[in-house]
């Protein structure tokens, strides 16, 4: 991950991913990329709730292009 703009109370980044991956003795890769943007609530610096869309490439069992799209909160310690 890498922040694009760091604000006081919200963060804008880019991911990029990648690893290998086994599925029923087939073997592939897995790519990932995307943006996304995490909100802190003021007075509460370590609870944030994250957005994040982005595409995936998987070649395991057949090549696959995948839609990414999460929300989720963070409680950082």
């Known amino acids: ?6 604000e006081e109370n919200q963060d804008f980044f880019f991911f990029l991913g990648g690893g ?8 592939g ?5 995307g943006a996304g943007s995490e909100v802190f609530l003021a007075g509460l610096p370590n ?3 994250h ?7 998987s ?3 057949s090549t696959a292009l995948q839609s ?4 989720g909160l963070h409680y950082y310690f």
């Open 68 to 71: 990414i799209v999460s929300f």
């Open 59 to 61: 070649t395991v069992s």
């Open 29 to 33: 890769y897995k790519l990932e990329a």
């Open 20 to 27: 290998l991956a086994t599925s029923s003795g087939q073997s």
């Open 1 to 6: 991950m890498r922040n694009l703009f760091v």
């Open 47 to 49: 609870f944030g709730m």
């Open 51 to 57: 957005f994040l869309a982005g595409f995936g490439l």
